[in-house]
Nanobody
Framework: QVRLVESGGGLVQAGGSLSLSCTVS????????MAWYRQRPGMQREYVAM???????AYAGSVKGRFTISRDNAKNTVFLQMNSLKPEDTAVYYC???????WGQGTQVTVSS
Protein backbone atom coordinates (compact mmCIF):
# COMPACT_ATOMS: atom_id res chain seq x y z
CA GLN A 1 0.00 0.00 0.00
CA VAL A 2 1.36 3.39 -1.02
CA ARG A 3 1.16 6.13 1.59
CA LEU A 4 2.37 9.73 1.48
CA VAL A 5 2.47 11.92 4.61
CA GLU A 6 3.25 15.63 4.35
CA SER A 7 4.48 17.74 7.24
CA GLY A 8 6.09 21.09 7.90
CA GLY A 9 3.28 23.47 7.10
CA GLY A 10 2.36 26.39 9.31
CA LEU A 11 1.99 30.13 9.61
CA VAL A 12 4.81 32.40 8.48
CA GLN A 13 5.19 36.08 7.69
CA ALA A 14 5.78 37.27 4.17
CA GLY A 15 9.44 36.99 3.27
CA GLY A 16 9.92 34.02 5.55
CA SER A 17 10.72 30.38 4.83
CA LEU A 18 9.21 26.95 5.42
CA SER A 19 10.39 23.46 4.61
CA LEU A 20 7.84 20.80 3.76
CA SER A 21 8.51 17.08 3.95
CA CYS A 22 6.75 14.16 2.31
CA THR A 23 7.54 10.76 3.73
CA VAL A 24 6.57 7.93 1.41
CA SER A 25 5.98 4.26 2.11
CA UNK A 26 5.11 1.43 -0.25
CA UNK A 27 7.04 2.83 -3.19
CA UNK A 28 10.70 3.70 -3.81
CA UNK A 29 10.82 7.46 -4.39
CA UNK A 30 14.36 7.17 -5.73
CA UNK A 31 13.14 5.55 -8.93
CA UNK A 32 10.00 7.61 -9.41
CA UNK A 33 9.32 11.20 -10.35
CA MET A 34 7.85 13.08 -7.42
CA ALA A 35 5.92 16.34 -7.38
CA TRP A 36 4.40 18.99 -5.18
CA TYR A 37 1.08 20.63 -5.92
CA ARG A 38 -0.96 23.22 -4.04
CA GLN A 39 -4.54 24.32 -3.80
CA ARG A 40 -5.06 27.96 -3.00
CA PRO A 41 -8.38 29.13 -1.47
CA GLY A 42 -11.14 29.07 -4.05
CA MET A 43 -8.88 27.71 -6.77
CA GLN A 44 -8.11 24.38 -8.40
CA ARG A 45 -5.10 22.33 -7.46
CA GLU A 46 -2.03 23.49 -9.34
CA TYR A 47 1.42 22.13 -10.10
CA VAL A 48 4.32 23.58 -8.09
CA ALA A 49 7.46 21.50 -8.66
CA MET A 50 8.73 18.17 -9.93
CA UNK A 51 11.82 16.06 -9.38
CA UNK A 52 12.59 13.25 -11.82
CA UNK A 53 14.29 9.99 -10.94
CA UNK A 54 17.40 11.35 -12.71
CA UNK A 55 17.47 14.38 -10.45
CA UNK A 56 16.15 16.94 -12.91
CA UNK A 57 13.83 19.58 -11.50
CA ALA A 58 11.09 21.76 -12.90
CA TYR A 59 9.05 24.54 -11.31
CA ALA A 60 5.96 26.57 -11.93
CA GLY A 61 6.83 30.09 -12.99
CA SER A 62 5.26 31.57 -9.88
CA VAL A 63 7.70 29.77 -7.55
CA LYS A 64 10.83 29.46 -9.68
CA GLY A 65 13.85 30.88 -7.89
CA ARG A 66 12.10 30.76 -4.51
CA PHE A 67 11.21 27.07 -4.03
CA THR A 68 13.52 24.05 -4.22
CA ILE A 69 12.45 20.41 -4.48
CA SER A 70 14.82 17.70 -3.31
CA ARG A 71 14.81 14.18 -1.92
CA ASP A 72 16.58 11.91 0.54
CA ASN A 73 16.53 8.43 -0.96
CA ALA A 74 17.69 6.79 2.24
CA LYS A 75 14.65 8.21 4.05
CA ASN A 76 12.28 7.86 1.10
CA THR A 77 11.38 11.49 1.67
CA VAL A 78 10.83 14.41 -0.66
CA PHE A 79 11.24 18.02 0.45
CA LEU A 80 10.05 21.42 -0.68
CA GLN A 81 12.11 24.33 0.61
CA MET A 82 10.12 27.53 0.29
CA ASN A 83 11.88 30.88 0.61
CA SER A 84 10.76 34.47 0.15
CA LEU A 85 7.19 33.41 0.80
CA LYS A 86 4.35 35.64 -0.34
CA PRO A 87 0.74 35.85 0.84
CA GLU A 88 -0.31 34.35 -2.50
CA ASP A 89 1.63 31.19 -1.59
CA THR A 90 -1.04 30.48 1.04
CA ALA A 91 -2.45 27.06 0.15
CA VAL A 92 -2.72 23.43 1.09
CA TYR A 93 0.38 21.73 -0.29
CA TYR A 94 0.20 18.14 -1.54
CA CYS A 95 2.84 15.59 -2.38
CA UNK A 96 2.29 13.28 -5.35
CA UNK A 97 3.99 10.38 -7.03
CA UNK A 98 4.02 12.09 -10.40
CA UNK A 99 1.34 11.03 -12.84
CA UNK A 100 -0.20 8.54 -10.41
CA UNK A 101 -3.26 8.68 -8.18
CA UNK A 102 -1.07 8.53 -5.07
CA TRP A 103 -1.44 11.70 -2.99
CA GLY A 104 -0.80 12.79 0.55
CA GLN A 105 -3.41 14.38 2.76
CA GLY A 106 -1.91 17.85 2.41
CA THR A 107 -0.34 20.36 4.76
CA GLN A 108 -1.55 23.94 5.25
CA VAL A 109 0.80 26.84 4.56
CA THR A 110 -0.39 30.31 5.53
CA VAL A 111 1.65 33.40 4.72
CA SER A 112 0.63 36.60 6.45
CA SER A 113 1.28 40.03 5.01
Amino acid sequence: QVRLVESGGGLVQAGGSLSLSCTVSGINTGIRAMAWYRQRPGMQREYVAMLTSAGDTAYAGSVKGRFTISRDNAKNTVFLQMNSLKPEDTAVYYCNVFSTPFWGQGTQVTVSS
